[in-house]
């Protein structure tokens, strides 16, 4: 006999199913009977599952079917089509284990899922005699009950992958949780080797010394880069995006020329080629357009041809503040285009592997949280060009700065650049 768990299962399982109330009424028309149900029989216990009571009788889903209880055949009824259409003359109605009372007429066919589980009854029945004994009926009848077993089948499925991908997400949130952790605590032992690395290049005599220190300074402060990667990534997953701190830059051009400045230190051999020229106010997160700035110059050097110079501008049209980044080089896959701003994407035909792939997913999360866009072309015969454009804003216009080649200062850490 089935419990009431499984009984409330089975019920909360059709009622998801929207067709199911148009199926009882569809039977109830076709057959001119006029109680329809979705029911379990288990010995002499008839249990509905879904029901629609045209006779008034007050019968609802989770209740006995007292009218059908002293019906036999429960085998038969569980097994295959059963049809009775008057019972007082049917000779399987007068025996003496099956008397019928009320009941005059009765079609019922099994409801029986892929897997050949038995899950129910569809079955229609009234007290007047009716006449359902025909080829045809059944055939509809049956077709019904095995679209009731193929939305079942169905609803389980999405069930499944639901709770499938649920599982995904929590665990999906569990491992950006113990990244960002992760990449948290890394940071103090970190800060000291930077710290002592730094410390070192200042008192060690020897050059070939010196050189040691100076690459644990240049590893440390890579060490750095990838851990801000880290903490944005999940920062933005975990938060809902990439917070920012937005206010007037009156001078943004000083902004990403200390940006270039400090990639032309750290790769001497490199040629980067500028034009800054905004003239405007840029409402914006410096330190965030910043970092735009020096993820795609850096993925410039990286897949960039060796001999081949890399340009940057920023100018303002009016209306947006447009940065581009162009590169010579080994031009990206079309079909990689759309993906290039997936979390963890790498360059496949770069030779260069470094990095964890999340700078330029990164960025493109920076944009949005600016309310902008970045795009990306690239063709073997142009080269690769990521363009940024931010919107201004009402804002004013600045007195006019050109500069046409980088500036000659010392160059500024920026505070994203910067341990500690």
Same mark, same amino acid.
């Given at each position: 006999?089935?419990?009431?768990?499984?009984?409330?299962?089975?019920?909360?399982?059709?009622?998801?199913?929207?067709?199911?109330?148009?199926?009882?009424?569809?039977?109830?028309?076709?057959?001119?009977?006029?109680?329809?149900?979705?029911?379990?029989?288990?010995?002499?216990?008839?249990?509905?599952?879904?029901?629609?009571?045209?006779?008034?009788?007050?019968?609802?889903?989770?209740?006995?079917?007292?009218?059908?209880?002293?019906?036999?055949?429960?085998?038969?009824?569980?097994?295959?089509?059963?049809?009775?259409?008057?019972?007082?003359?049917?000779?399987?109605?007068?025996?003496?284990?099956?008397?019928? *009372? @009320?009941?005059? &007429? !009765? +079609?019922?066919?099994?409801?029986?899922?892929?897997? =050949? /589980?038995?899950? #129910?009854?569809?079955?229609?029945?009234?007290?007047?005699?009716?006449?359902?004994?025909?080829?045809?009926?059944?055939?509809?009848?049956?077709?019904?009950?095995?679209?009731?077993?193929?939305?079942?089948?169905?609803?389980?499925?999405?069930?499944?992958?639901?709770?499938?991908?649920?599982?995904?997400?929590?665990?999906?949130?569990?491992?950006?949780?113990?990244?960002?952790?992760?990449?948290?605590?890394?940071?103090?032992?970190?800060?000291?080797?930077?710290?002592?690395?730094?410390?070192?290049?200042?008192?060690?005599?020897?050059?070939?010394?010196?050189?040691?220190?100076?690459?644990?300074?240049?590893?440390? *402060? @890579?060490?750095? &880069? !990838? +851990?801000?990667?880290?903490?944005?990534?999940?920062? =933005? /997953?975990?938060? #809902?995006?990439?917070?920012?701190?937005?206010?007037?830059?009156?001078?943004?051009?000083?902004?990403?020329?200390?940006?270039?400045?400090?990639?032309?230190?750290?790769?001497?051999?490199?040629?980067?080629?500028?034009?800054?020229?905004?003239?405007?106010?840029?409402?914006?997160?410096?330190?965030?357009?910043?970092?735009?700035?020096?993820?795609?110059?850096?993925?410039?050097?990286?897949?960039?041809?060796?001999?081949?110079?890399?340009?940057?501008?920023?100018?303002?049209?009016?209306?947006?503040?447009?940065?581009?980044?162009?590169?010579?080089?080994?031009?990206?896959?079309?079909?990689?285009?759309?993906?290039?701003?997936?979390?963890?994407?790498?360059?496949?035909?770069?030779?260069?592997?470094?990095?964890?792939?999340?700078?330029?997913?990164?960025?493109?999360?920076?944009?949005?949280?600016?309310?902008?866009?970045?795009?990306?072309?690239?063709?073997?015969?142009?080269?690769?060009?990521?363009?940024?454009?931010?919107?201004?804003?009402?804002?004013?216009?600045?007195?006019?700065?050109?500069?046409?080649?980088?500036?000659?200062?010392?160059?500024?850490?920026?505070?994203?650049?910067?341990?500690?």
């Amino acid at each position: 006999m089935d419990n009431s768990e499984d009984t409330a299962r089975a019920i909360a399982a059709l009622c998801r199913i929207d067709s199911v109330p148009t199926v009882l009424n569809v039977v109830c028309e076709i057959t001119g009977m006029r109680l329809c149900a979705v029911a379990r029989v288990s010995g002499r216990t008839w249990t509905a599952l879904a029901i629609r009571d045209g006779l008034c009788l007050g019968f609802a889903p989770g209740e006995r079917l007292t009218l059908l209880e002293d019906v036999g055949f429960e085998d038969r009824i569980s097994l295959g089509p059963f049809v009775i259409e008057h019972a007082s003359v049917d000779p399987l109605s007068t025996t003496p284990h099956s008397p019928i *009372r @009320r009941l005059q &007429s !009765l +079609i019922s066919v099994p409801i029986i899922l892929s897997s =050949g /589980r038995y899950f #129910g009854i569809l079955c229609a029945l009234d007290t007047h005699a009716v006449e359902v004994r025909d080829p045809r009926m059944m055939s509809t009848f049956k077709e019904f009950a095995a679209l009731i077993a193929l939305q079942l089948e169905q609803q389980s499925v999405r069930e499944q992958e639901k709770t499938a991908l649920l599982d995904e997400r929590a665990s999906g949130e569990l491992r950006e949780q113990f990244i960002a952790i992760l990449g948290h605590d890394l940071r103090n032992p970190l800060q000291a080797i930077y710290a002592s690395s730094g410390l070192l290049q200042r008192l060690l005599v020897h050059p070939a010394h010196a050189q040691i220190a100076a690459r644990i300074t240049t590893n440390a *402060r @890579r060490m750095s &880069s !990838l +851990i801000d990667d880290v903490l944005d990534f999940a920062r =933005g /997953r975990l938060g #809902g995006g990439i917070g920012l701190e937005l206010t007037e830059v009156e001078n943004i051009n000083t902004g990403l020329t200390t940006v270039i400045q400090e990639l032309r230190d750290a790769q001497p051999d490199c040629q980067i080629l500028a034009n800054i020229n905004v003239s405007r106010t840029v409402r914006c997160d410096l330190g965030r357009l910043q970092q735009v700035a020096s993820n795609l110059l850096g993925n410039a050097l990286t897949h960039g041809l060796p001999d081949s110079p890399i340009k940057i501008s920023a100018s303002d049209d009016g209306h947006d503040l447009v940065l581009e980044v162009w590169n010579a080089g080994v031009p990206i896959p079309v079909q990689s285009l759309s993906k290039i701003f997936e979390p963890f994407w790498r360059h496949a035909i770069s030779p260069s592997r470094n990095g964890l792939g999340l700078g330029l997913h990164i960025c493109a999360q920076i944009v949005r949280a600016h309310e902008g866009q970045i795009t990306v072309t690239s063709t073997r015969e142009k080269g690769t060009k990521f363009t940024v454009r931010l919107p201004l804003g009402l804002v004013q216009p600045m007195p006019q700065i050109a500069l046409h080649t980088i500036a000659a200062h010392p160059p500024i850490q920026t505070s994203r650049q910067a341990l500690g």
